[in-house]
């Protein structure tokens, strides 16, 4: 029995130490989706091996973009509530939101950079 309290107490400050906010890449997220700007929003994880592979092109189109589209990474693993707020069953998930903060478009998994870059041209960002 001792060992089982053990455990989830163990458990549980793991838990505390990943969910932290301080160990998130977006931890000055802004109020998604962004009004007035086409938004992208890819919700996953910095443990996540796909995950991973996004983030390298999440960083690239971040640089290319800036000023004229939102793209942002969200960790669900560190935040949660981001996972619920955007109704996540699989990580990752991209999901595009118009100008006017409806959702257009989502995908679950690996997504391309040039599948991200024809949607956003699509959606009417250059």
Not at 8 to 17: D, H, K, M, P, Q
Not at 101 to 106: A, L, N, P, S
């Amino acid at each position: 029995m001792n060992r089982v309290v053990i455990f989830f107490v163990a458990g549980l400050l793991l838990a505390g130490f990943y969910l932290h906010p301080s160990n998130c890449r977006a931890a000055s997220t802004p109020q998604l989706p962004v009004k007035g700007m086409v938004t992208m929003v890819d919700l996953g994880a910095t443990k996540c091996i796909v995950c991973k592979m996004m983030s390298s092109i999440v960083e690239s189109l971040q640089k290319e973009y800036k000023g004229k589209a939102e793209i942002v990474f969200i960790d669900v693993w560190q935040h949660p509530e981001a996972g619920r707020k955007f109704h996540v069953n699989l990580i990752p998930t991209q999901i595009f939101f118009d100008r006017n903060g409806k959702e257009v478009y989502r995908h679950e998994g690996l997504l391309t950079k040039g599948a991200i870059v024809s949607k956003l041209e699509e959606m009417g960002v250059k």
